[in-house]
Structures are given as C-alpha cells and as structure tokens.
C-alpha cells in the first residue's frame, strides 16, 4: 500500500499550529502510526490507530483521519519540534510514508 | 526500561553476507513481534520482515523485496534478534534497525550502518 505525505518539507514558526498530511492508496481501517525523527536519531511513536497518543508523547501532538487520509497536528510548534515525521500503514504488512521534514521558519 | 542495541555492522563487499544482531532487554521478548526496518541515507524506512512472538509460533514474514535473501531468527533465551543478510548488494546500503511490536512499532534500537560496496 502506497502512502503518499505532504508537504516534503514545511516551514512553521514557533507557536504555530501545524498540520501534516498522509494519504493512503487504499482504505487502511485506520492502522496508521506517525513516527518523529530527528537528524541522527531513531524513529519514536508518536500516534497509533490514526488518533491514540503514545505514553509520554506531549499533549500539542494529535492524529486524526480515517480510511485514507489522516492528519498530524501539532497545535503549538516547539522549537524541539524539528524533525521529519513518518507515517506508516500496518493493515497490509507495513509501508511508509517519504515523510515531511518540519523545520523554523 | 525497554532496550534495543544493535551490533554487528559495518563494510561488506558485494555478494558477501552479514548477521546483524539485536540485545533486547527491560521486557518479556518472548511476548513481543520483534521487526527489521532499514533506511537509506535520507530516505524514508522499509520495513524488512518480522518474527512473531510466542503465542504465534515465531513464525516469520518478510518484505518481497528480501524475501530468499534475507533471515530473521531469535534466540529467547538470549533474548536475541538476528538478520541474516546474503547475496548483499549496493542498495542494501542503509542503517539498520531493530524494533518492537506487531503493529506500530513502538520501541526501536538506535541502529546500525551496513555499507555495500567494493
């Protein structure tokens, strides 16, 4: 399953809400996660089953969506925030996203 | 606290093989679906395969672009993650990485680099 995100890269201000995009090529039943990835460190979960917050992810992250197209949303940029964010699928196998690299404007 | 530690990394020329290993700790490894991800310099991750956990008769499954190359194994009472990785070729250069869970992937090691060339 091909999994599409937008934008390839964002700019965004401190204290911005910011909102990124995830496409599914087909209905996924909601088994998608989003990953954070700072420059020469691991993915960490952030969001599973499109809206659950992982344990001792910050409240400002949040995931929305169903079917195909899903959203993070960070409702205030931190600068700790810089990172590119994943998404993945896990209803067939597991495949990921480009991902989005989130920088400060 | 849970732990992943990658090790076994490095250079290999292409056609060789390598075993990549994973230390797991800080949970019951025998619970746990345990995966290979890798990830091209700046690219975005692969999923390479998974073993299953106990109660699913670690069984294995495998990406099809790896899949007859590439072996997944645990040793439980090692608590032990294994790839085995033949007939290597330049695209296989990436860091590697172990990680846990059947589904989303909730813990991950800190990776290792594997580079393919002559």
């Known amino acids: 399953i091909q999994m599409t995100q937008s934008p390839s890269l964002l700019s965004a201000s401190v204290g911005d809400r910011v909102t990124l995009s995830c496409k599914a090529g087909q209905n996924i039943n909601n088994y998608l996660a989003w990953y954070q990835q700072k420059l020469g460190e691991a993915p960490k979960l952030l969001i599973y089953?499109?809206?659950s917050l992982q344990t001792g992810i910050p409240s400002r992250f949040s995931g929305s969506g169903s079917g195909t197209d899903f959203t993070l949303t960070i409702s205030s940029l931190q600068p700790e925030d810089v990172a590119t964010y994943f998404c993945?699928?896990?209803?067939?196998?597991?495949?990921f996203g480009a991902g989005t690299k989130l920088e400060l404007k | 606290e849970v732990k992943l530690l990658e090790s076994g990394g490095g250079l290999v020329q292409p056609g060789g093989s390598m075993r990549l290993s994973c230390a797991a700790s800080?949970?019951?490894?025998?619970?746990?679906?345990m995966n290979w991800i890798r990830q091209p310099a700046g690219k975005a991750p692969e999923w390479l395969g998974f073993?299953?956990?106990?109660?699913?008769?670690?069984?294995?499954e495998y990406n099809p672009s790896v899949k007859g190359r590439f072996t997944i194994s645990r040793d439980n009472t090692q608590n032990m993650l294994y790839l085995q990785m033949n007939t290597l070729r330049a695209e296989d250069t990436a860091t590697y990485y172990c990680a846990r869970g059947g589904w989303e992937l909730d813990y991950w090691g800190q990776g290792v680099m594997v580079t393919v060339s002559s």
């Open positions: 089953n499109a809206n």
């Open positions: 073993i299953r956990n106990k109660a699913n008769g670690y069984t294995t």
């Open positions: 800080g949970f019951t490894f025998t619970d746990f679906y």
């Open positions: 993945q699928q896990y209803n067939s196998w597991n495949t």
